[in-house]
């Protein structure tokens, strides 16, 4: 009886978002040019006229070449990227802020202070193959974090990576734990690391988080001014964050 | 299409919510939920024929219709991370439910006042 209530009121709000769905852009129908996204993508937010856009033009930015040239706002390939370390940075600083919430009410709460032990040897494969797989996962995240402003990933998904090396650890050896000590030391450095280049930003230009260095050559390795700086300290924090958190399910309390 | 989806998975997880006894399923079922409206919000992005926003060599310059929009891909960057984040905080404080009451199932849990 209580799985068809529950069938009649899932189906009820299918119904209802389905009713919703008549009034939003039809799907592959957006229209980038009526949003601010196209000024994101040409990289050029600052010539916007507010009044202008508020009378009901559109203000298309002209088309011209961007990868392999200078001088842009943001000399980020990715433009996702752009958006997330360069013109919403202040975003991700919340978002880091979030992230480390998280893992300290991970800690609080399962906090424990020696290794928890399962009682079986792993398998021969699993031991074996860590000692060829980890440089490469470790590698893998490494280049992810650094080619954020290049191609798709970024602090966040290279982070993730390097705990999942750390997991591996975890589960192919009994007498592995992670030193707590270097892990937090390297989150709370990196998480101020993130604060201090705001801090730069403001006094070189005039905002938090501005960008101060020179942009380059849009496709390039040393381009995007600070942007590659920051996804490095974000996949850095991130990555020892996450190992906490993989390390701290693995730990019980005495007793 | 991917619109559909979206609201399905929407409808499967507010069925869990509802029928399951289970509270490591219900923390599934929102998470289920949380993917949902992420690829709800990547959707509303996609122009037809669009390519992922980047610059490469192929597609040097800015053309109205040639990118999607990047804009809902990076405030679900953001919201991905924050899922992460409870979803790890819910199942820790599963840990410490299940150790003191022997159980995550509603109905088998010891010494919780009716």
Known sequence: MRRFYAILVAAGLVYMLFMFLGTIVPYGKADVADRVSAHFLAKDVNSISPTKWVEGDKQVPHSERVYGRKGFEDGSANVVTSIVVNYRSFDTLGEVTVLFASAVGVGLILGGTRRMKYGRKPNFILRVSTGILLPLIILFGIYIFVHGHLTPGGGFPGGTIIAAAVLLLYLSNEEFSLNMIVSKSLEGSMGSLYVIFGLIGLAAGGAFLFNFLPNGVVGSLFSAGVVPLVYMTIGLKVGSELSGVVAEIHEEREG | ?114
């Not at chain 2, 949380?34 to 669009?50: E, H, K, L, P, Q």
């Not at chain 2, 804009?71 to 599963?94: D, N, W």
């Open chain 2, 1 to 114: 299409m991917v619109y559909i989806i979206s609201i399905i998975l929407v409808g499967i997880g507010v069925y869990g919510l509802m029928t399951q006894k289970n509270l490591f399923k219900h923390l599934i079922s929102l998470s289920i939920i949380d993917t949902a409206v992420n690829i709800f919000i990547v959707a509303t992005g996609y122009v037809n024929g669009g390519k992922a926003p980047i610059y490469t060599k192929n597609f040097p310059s800015f053309a109205i219709g040639r990118f999607v929009d990047p804009l809902p891909q990076a405030l679900v960057l953001t919201a991905i991370v924050i899922g992460v984040g409870t979803l790890a905080v819910g199942a820790s404080l599963l840990v410490r439910v299940k150790e003191k009451h022997s159980s995550i199932d509603v109905e088998n849990m010891k010494g919780v006042g009716e």
